[in-house]
Nanobody, 122 residues
């Protein structure tokens, strides 16, 4: 059974940077796109960024374009989210998720991580 394990959350001041990582461990992990979602207190979960299995395709929500960068490596079973110029409104629990590469960014996503908290202070 594949598990997604995230790391890298924490507390940072506005304008700072954090790097989130996610690794797919256990089972056989192939032909899956990877994405990051986030959920702020009192808000619905939202898509942040995604990257296809090949790594050639990426997508970002408008609010993070130019500030966040998604990448994958280590035999395609890991994904990172480099977050720069962080803002207080980026505060949320960030989740890693995976979907079959043939589906769209709307999903469905069949694997989810446990989440990692990012707090940006003003």
């Amino acid at each position: 059974q594949v598990q997604l394990v995230e790391s890298g959350g924490g507390l940072v001041q506005a304008g700072g940077s954090l790097r989130l990582s996610c690794a797919a461990i256990g089972g056989t992990f192939r032909e899956h796109a990877l994405a990051w979602f986030r959920q702020a207190p009192g808000k619905e979960r939202e898509f942040v960024a995604g990257i296809t299995w090949s790594g050639s395709g990426t997508l970002y929500t408008d609010s993070v374009k130019g500030r966040f960068t998604i990448s994958r490596g280590n035999g395609k079973i890991t994904v990172a989210l480099q977050m720069d110029s962080l803002k207080p409104e980026d505060t949320a629990v960030y989740y890693c998720a995976a979907r079959p590469d043939y589906t769209t960014w709307d999903g469905p996503y069949d694997y989810w991580g446990q989440g990692t908290l990012v707090t940006v202070s003003s």
